[in-house]
T-cell receptor
């Protein structure tokens, strides 16, 4: 009965490096969301998966951002050639169904790009 | 594009007070309105979810209302406690699958 877990919890990257952030949703949850939260702001939507299908990626800020969920469970958010403006907390959330439902959030990964 | 605004940005109250947090949204075509709590260094915890067809939801000392026509929601906290201190976020659900647009949050401090 564990909740949503994310790893790593903290990541420091040099500008230009690639990073990969992992999300383990609650088992059996169909929907998975990624959000980006800048300091002092509310989270902003990045992308949505229904099982393994990425149905909405309208929030990804550039083509340097890529997300996948190949088997419909674990998801990875990859950021290529990181830039300072990518520094933020990346939150993952899952919900049981494919329709409007309570979203359960993980603790987030704090990314700092130097 | 949906925009969500929360007022006030910060609120400090003595323990025991009843308080109201406000949330407004620009596009009334929402599927639901959700309230979350965020503690420092942690993820979000869902407090209440109001479907677009509903007017309010209650959980314990919390009551949330929704007025779609005016683009407003309020979160009422009764008999506040120091443990209620956190950032409260409202979010408008704009799609059938639950994509959320968040406000910037209200930082609540309840002092003993």
């Amino acid at each position: 009965g564990a909740g949503v877990s994310q790893s790593p919890r903290y990541k420091v990257a040099k500008r230009g490096q690639d990073v990969a952030l992992r999300c383990d949703p609650i088992s059996g949850h169909v929907s998975l969301f990624w959000y980006q939260q800048a300091l002092g702001q509310g989270p902003e939507f990045l992308t949505y998966f229904q099982n393994e299908a990425q149905l909405d990626k309208s929030g990804l800020p550039s083509d340097r951002f890529f997300a996948e969920r190949p088997e419909g469970s674990v998801s990875t958010l990859k950021i290529q050639r990181t830039q300072q403006e990518d520094s933020a907390v990346y939150l993952c959330a899952s919900s049981l169904t494919e329709v409007t439902d309570t979203q359960y959030f993980g603790p987030g990964t704090r990314l700092t790009v130097l | 594009k949906q925009e969500v605004t929360q007022i006030p940005a910060a609120l400090s109250v003595p323990e025991g007070e009843n308080l109201v947090l406000n949330c407004s949204f620009t596009d009334s075509a929402i599927y639901n309105l959700q309230w979350f709590r965020q503690d420092p260094g942690k993820g979000l915890t869902s407090l209440l979810l109001i479907q677009s067809s509903q007017r309010e939801q209650t959980s314990g000392r919390l009551n949330a209302s929704l007025d779609k026509s005016s683009g407003r929601s309020t979160l009422y906290i009764a008999a506040s406690q120091p443990g209620d201190s956190a950032t409260y976020l409202c979010a408008a659900g704009g799609t059938s699958y639950g994509k959320l647009t968040f406000g910037q949050g209200t930082i609540l401090t309840v002092h003993p």
